[in-house]
């Protein structure tokens, strides 16, 4: 289940050392650290937060309950909330699922309580035989429809059977909102056995962890053993057309896991395919045959859709507002180098080019573990953007283990206690303690399941693939300097003796180490106001706390210092404050029943 999480835009850091000069302008193009984003230009995961249940719905008849099904009803948002809420309303016929539920269980239904993420609105369902059930109702800020709830069903069915997956079984789905009655795309399933890993973690002790790590290395194992022939989404072959289907499901050389008369790759199912005035676009959305017509996909997306759409300074998140005016000749010019990198920023090492399924969000909350000291794996949820797609992009560690701001050895050595150790407090070195076997656990994932994969200079050859895909909302800055780093380290990167189709001189370099000073000092201070006034993505704060909220906020810009609003002004000539609506307030939504 997407959960509100914290905002993570392009980070970029102030670098500690220079890298090794070439000429002048490659002396100053220092390579830049940038911490790889949540979002997808790729699928990708999620921090470490618990997840957040929603609020309990009373099962009742008559408009209101149904209202409360169809709203966004587990928290708000400071800014943008109309736009917000629109993105999560979905209207559709609660006794049309009433009767799906009854008709595939064979018993009527007793009670609905909803659980919401950011994506879906889950409808835990208590049947007239004691018995449970999952219905899933995808809301329109998910994905494309059809191909996102189609994909998914056909993603769990793979996994399940042909790799041995715990995932749970589906008993009705349909992709089709406008003919099946219930007016929504839906998925009917079984409730995952076990325990939600979020819900007992902390009080696990560390062979229970060790447990859970070693259990999800084995399940990706079977994963990685699935090589695909191209790149894109998993579909049953019926619901797509075969013009847009790959010619085969396995890659050459792969082992077989049957189905091939079942299954295809076809289209990317993702959202950032589809977000906006893309949907309506004709875009390459796949299968691709090749890592580099997937990267540069994603560069001729966002042309066609810069060229065509975007509108300065709009943004659907203002703490990713960026300094200063948006011109598209600037994002077109940019790109265009972009793709003209691609070949060297591409492993050559055919085990890291496999496309390969790998789930996109393993945070606590989608996986479930046994009710027992042993704490196995017993289910794995939300398969929901999953695709097949380049190993070295697609494979990072899963969120519950991210070790933020610890500096972990490299290779195949583990982390040690400080050599100070000895020496701190009784409450410092349980602190230590702690955070020593965290890391550990961090290393041995690593170790066993990413060092067989590593590629070198990952950061490099990755930063770029993910700028790409979102310069008009994160700004041009975190891809020119993605650029920038790729131009310092051409020789190390690229294999035959081409020249770098890079250029940049030194007032340039110069212009953009002082941009990505500007764009760090901006960035520490919304930081700062995140935490200040505890908020998640988006502005998203839970409902009884939006009140207390909003009357800090409304205080709050008026009391800073002169000094401290001039300065920002300068920073960011338009309207600096981001709390505040930056998005048109869109139609009301649309009723589908």
């Known amino acids: 289940m997407k959960v509100p999480r914290s905002p993570v835009a392009l980070r970029i850091i102030r670098p500690a050392t220079a890298a090794k000069p070439i000429n002048v302008s490659r002396k100053l193009a220092t390579a830049v650290s940038i911490t790889p984003p949540s979002y997808l230009s790729l699928p990708p995961p999620g921090p470490p937060h618990p997840l957040i249940p929603g609020l309990p719905v009373v099962t009742s008849l008559g408009t209101e309950y149904n209202e409360n099904l169809f709203r966004y009803t587990s928290g708000r948002w400071l800014y943008n909330e109309s736009q917000q809420m629109a993105q999560r309303y979905i209207k ?41 059930v999952a219905a899933r109702i995808k809301n329109p800020i998910a994905g494309p429809d059809h191909l996102m709830t189609s994909s998914e069903v056909a993603t769990m069915d793979f996994v399940r059977h042909n790799l041995g997956i715990p995932v749970p079984k589906i008993l009705a789905w349909s992709s089709h909102a406008p003919n099946n009655g219930v007016g929504a795309e839906y998925i009917i399933m079984e409730c995952a056995p076990g ?35 191209q790149y894109g989404s998993l579909y049953y072959k019926d619901d797509i057309p075969e013009p847009k289907r790959a010619p085969r499901l396995y890659a050459h050389g792969s082992r077989r896991f049957g189905s091939e008369d079942k299954f295809c790759i076809g289209p990317i199912a993702h959202r950032n395919f589809y977000e906006d005035e893309r949907a309506t676009m004709d875009l390459d959305r796949g299968p691709w045959s090749s890592p580099q017509d997937y990267l540069r996909s994603l560069a001729l997306r966002e042309e066609a859709w810069i060229s ?44 890291v080019l496999a496309s390969n399924l790998w789930h996109p969000d393993l945070n606590p909350g989608n ?76 290393k041995l994932y690593e170790i066993k399941q990413l060092y067989p994969y590593r590629v070198s200079h990952r950061e490099t050859r990755t930063m770029p693939v993910r700028a790409a895909g979102r310069t008009w909302k994160d700004g041009i800055l975190p891809l020119r300097l993605a650029l920038l780093d790729i131009f310092s380290r051409w020789e190390e990167l690229s294999c035959s003796d081409e020249p770098c189709p890079l250029r940049f001189t030194r007032d340039e370099v110069q ?17 700062d106001m995140r935490v200040t006034f505890g908020m998640r993505l988006y ?5 009884h706390e939006y009140p207390s909220k909003r009357a800090l906020l409304e205080g709050t810009r008026s009391r800073l210092p002169v000094a401290l609003t001039s300065q920002l002004e300068e920073i960011l000539p338009q309207d600096w404050w981001p709390f505040r609506d930056t998005v048109p307030l869109p139609s009301a939504p649309e009723v589908r029943v």
């Open 92 to 132: 559709f016929d609660v006794a049309a699922l009433h009767r799906v539920i009854a008709s595939v269980c064979a018993s009527p239904v007793v009670s609905m309580e909803k659980k919401e993420g950011l994506f879906n609105k889950t409808l835990m369902v208590t049947l007239a035989n004691g018995r449970k």
């Open 195 to 229: 325990v939600q890993l979020s819900t007992v973690w902390r009080t696990m002790d560390s062979r229970q962890k060790k447990t859970v790590v070693n259990s999800l290395v084995a399940l990706e194992q079977n994963m990685l053993n699935a090589k695909f022939a």
């Open 308 to 351: 065509r759409f975007a509108k300065p300074n709009i943004h659907d998140d203002p703490f990713r507002n960026v300094s200063g005016p948006q011109l598209k000749e600037e994002h077109l010019q940019c790109l265009e180098q972009y793709r003209s990198i691609i070949p060297a920023i591409v492993p050559t090492a055919r085990k």
């Open 367 to 442: 996986i479930f573990v046994s009710d027992d000291e042993e704490r196995r794996v017993v289910s794995i949820i939300d398969w929901q953007g999953c695709w097949a797609g380049p190993a070295y992009l697609q494979m990072t560690s899963p969120s519950f283990l991210a070790c933020d701001g610890a500096e972990l050895p490299s290779g195949l050595d583990f982390p040690k206690l400080p050599s100070e150790y000895d020496a701190m407090s009784l409450d410092t070195k349980a602190t230590m303690r702690e955070d020593h076997k965290s890391q550990i656990l961090h």
């Open 511 to 527: 212009e953009l180490k002082r941009q990505r000073d500007r764009y760090v000092d901006w960035h520490d201070f919304l930081d």
């Open 539 to 543: 502005g998203w704060v839970s409902p």
